[in-house]
């Protein structure tokens, strides 16, 4: 829906509001907000909340800074309290924006429109607006903590790289799940038999016998002593579960298409399971955080050989 700025005479600026507070709601949107403005002065004006004036800007440096021009048409900085919507990530720009000229930000949850009422940016603004204005200047209290207004600090330095690293971690943790839940998948059809014997096909020892041998008919013809090099010096798998597994191999009932099989011996090849560990540092504290990764000696990576991120170290 596109965003209109309200005309100047419906916006009815009016002179500064003397040791009056302004709540203003911003209703957000990628390229473009929506102020909504309220004050004890301006409701007594125009009555209701929704008739009361609004604003459209651009999410932009110049956007914000008519948005501020405007806001001192009525009061001075000291006297104003900003609502935001927390949707997502376009809120943001224009909260340090707000901070960084020390005015009070307040932020709250989505809320979700009664039915039967249109999506209207203007009135989405004005709502916030009035919530702002009836927690803050009434005192009325809200039973649903979805519907509170908080008060949002300036984030310090550390509070703002920590932020950083535990979204990245956080997507890093989603991404290493679908790897694993693909990997998963892959043992499933060619080689169901594998985790008789190796409960978890994900974990690196597993890992490096299934890139070496990505099909059973490959882990079935090796020598037994490629088996033990694709094992590393890790005690957890035995020669004789080795054998074993060579011998489930021979027998597996997983699918055998060629076609299919040569697409996942392409995923498989090159890769190489290491692990290292990754310390990130926070100030004087250090937090280690063990990784698996793999790489590949050709130029395409294999799709589940980017960095995963685990909490703990894992072994067979």
């Given at each position: 829906m596109s965003r209109k700025t309200s005309s100047p005479d419906s916006l009815g600026t009016v002179p500064l509001l003397a040791q009056k507070t302004l709540y203003v709601g911003v209703d957000i949107g990628k390229r473009t907000h929506v102020a909504g403005f309220l004050s004890t002065t301006l409701l007594a004006r125009h009555q209701r909340f929704e008739h009361c004036p609004a604003f459209s800007?651009?999410?932009?440096?110049?956007?914000f800074r008519s948005l501020i021009d405007r806001i001192e048409t009525y009061v001075p900085l000291l006297q104003v309290q900003v609502l935001l919507e927390v949707t997502g990530h376009y809120h943001r720009t224009l909260m340090q924006y707000l901070q960084e000229l020390d005015i009070s930000v307040?932020?709250?949850?989505?809320?979700?429109?009664?039915?039967?009422?249109?999506?209207?940016?203007?009135?989405?603004?004005?709502?916030?607006?009035?919530?702002?204005y009836n927690q803050l200047e009434k005192g009325i209290q809200v039973d649903d903590p979805l519907q509170a207004?908080?008060?949002?600090?300036?984030?310090?330095?550390?509070?703002?790289?920590?932020?950083?690293?535990?979204q990245h971690h956080a997507e890093l943790v989603v991404e290493s799940t679908q790897r694993k839940n693909k990997l998963t998948a892959i043992c499933d059809e060619l080689f169901p038999e594998f985790t008789r014997l190796l409960l978890n096909p994900n974990l690196p020892t597993a890992l490096a016998l299934r890139s070496r041998f990505p099909t059973p008919a490959l882990l079935s013809q090796a020598r037994f002593a490629e088996l033990r090099e694709a094992r590393g010096k890790?005690?957890?798998v035995s020669d004789a579960k080795l054998r074993a597994l060579q011998h489930l191999a021979a027998q597996s009932i997983g699918i055998k298409d060629p076609a299919h099989s040569y697409i996942v011996s392409l995923a498989f090849n090159g890769y190489h399971v290491t692990?290292?560990?990754?310390?990130?540092?926070?100030?004087?504290?250090?937090?280690?955080?063990?990784?698996?990764?793999g790489s590949s000696s050709g130029a395409t990576i294999a799709p589940y050989s980017l960095t995963t991120i685990v909490l703990h170290s894992n072994r067979d």
């Open positions: 800007f651009e999410n932009s440096r110049e956007g307040y932020i709250i949850h989505v809320q979700k429109r009664r039915e039967g009422l249109l999506k209207s940016d203007k009135r989405d603004a004005l709502g916030l607006a009035n919530q702002l207004v908080r008060r949002l600090a300036p984030p310090t330095e550390a509070a703002a790289q920590l932020r950083g690293m535990v890790t005690c957890s692990t290292h560990t990754t310390v990130y540092t926070y100030g004087e504290q250090s937090s280690s955080i063990t990784s698996t990764s």
